[in-house]
């Protein structure tokens, strides 16, 4: 069967304020948002290979959460390391605008333990959700040492961390050496004025340094995509064609009205979901459509427990 690689922090949420009238909770978040994604639309060749490390002081609970999805390949488990897991704690301040606080030491990836994990995939799934998943050399060295198409959300490489864990939005250093690492990339509207104000001057820059997809998330309004001329499909990576020069083909894709109920990690399960029908065959704009109709049912569910059950449609109590 081929492999998917996901690779990504397991983070222990405590939220703050997303129903005022709620107390706060604690539950999964991070990474598992996108494993529960990609569990519920990866096509059924194809079974996912976690990249992850738990801290050991919430490893028994991170194995129990594997067992709740079933794309995962046989005997897969999170690998312990002997430090306390990364925690967020996220206030929410409106609907879409929160902050967030994070504690914990868990160690990105070197490409000297990393190379040996990729080497029998054929497709890797990257999210920064803590932005220490891996440095830009060893992202170098895997774009180099890995011939599948990689997918990589940027998330938290553009948040910095303050001395009392305090994450605050910046500027992506050494932005278009990150570019050149991945063949589709994922932003959000924040991260993507970081960048530059001008949206077409930030996918020109992508496209440039190698990017063949760019999608960039708006919340409610969906999301907008950036592709090279001559991209429609991954199949389309090994097509000369995308050297040629011409127009960048881009669009914005609504979602479906729903009645959200916690914008937690729907852009985890939009890319997840994204990468997912691409590597079923899907054209970008069906793709695309796949992971606003997944990220908008995300946002009717409350946790990342079960999420993979509800985005495939069972009943489940949230």
């Not at 996901?6 to 978040?29: K, N, T």
């Not at 080497?119 to 774009?143: K, M, P, W």
């Amino acid at each position: 069967m081929p492999r998917v690689g996901v690779l990504g922090s397991l983070v222990w949420d405590e939220i703050h304020g997303r129903d005022p009238l709620v107390a706060p909770v604690q539950e999964w978040g991070g990474i598992a948002y996108a494993l529960a994604g990609m569990d519920a639309a990866l096509p059924p060749e194809w079974e996912i290979v976690p990249l992850i490390k738990v801290g050991q002081d919430l490893a028994h609970e991170a194995r129990e959460f594997f067992g709740t999805l079933t794309r995962l390949t046989p005997g897969a488990r999170p690998i312990e390391v002997p430090v306390a897991n990364n925690r967020v704690t996220l206030r929410y301040e409106s609907a879409e605008r929160r902050c967030e606080h994070l504690t914990g030491g868990v160690p990105g990836w070197k490409w000297p333990e990393l190379g040996p994990m990729v080497a029998d995939l054929d497709a890797l799934y990257v999210n920064f959700i803590s932005g220490f998943e891996c440095c830009l050399f060893t992202a170098q060295q895997l774009r180099r040492g890995f011939t599948g198409p990689i997918y990589a959300d940027l998330h938290s490489l553009f948040l910095g961390l303050g001395p009392d864990g305090l994450r605050t939005l910046r500027p992506l250093p050494e932005a278009p050496g990150w570019f050149a690492c991945f063949d589709v990339l994922q932003l959000n509207e924040d991260e993507m004025q970081q960048l530059a104000t001008e949206p077409l001057v930030v996918a020109a820059d992508a496209l440039r340094a190698g990017v063949s997809l760019l999608t960039v998330t708006v919340g409610p309004r969906g999301a907008i995509y950036f592709a090279r001329p001559g991209f429609d499909t991954l199949a389309d990576l090994a097509n000369p064609a995308l050297e040629a020069t011409g127009p960048i083909r881009t669009e914005r894709r609504a979602p479906p009205a729903v009645d959200a109920v916690d914008p937690t990690g729907c852009g985890d399960v939009f890319g997840a979901t994204c990468f997912a029908r691409l590597l079923a065959g899907d054209t970008t704009v069906e793709a695309v459509d796949a992971a606003n109709r997944a990220a908008a049912r995300n946002a009717t569910f409350r946790g990342a427990t079960s999420l993979a059950r509800h985005l495939r449609g069972d009943l489940v109590l949230s």
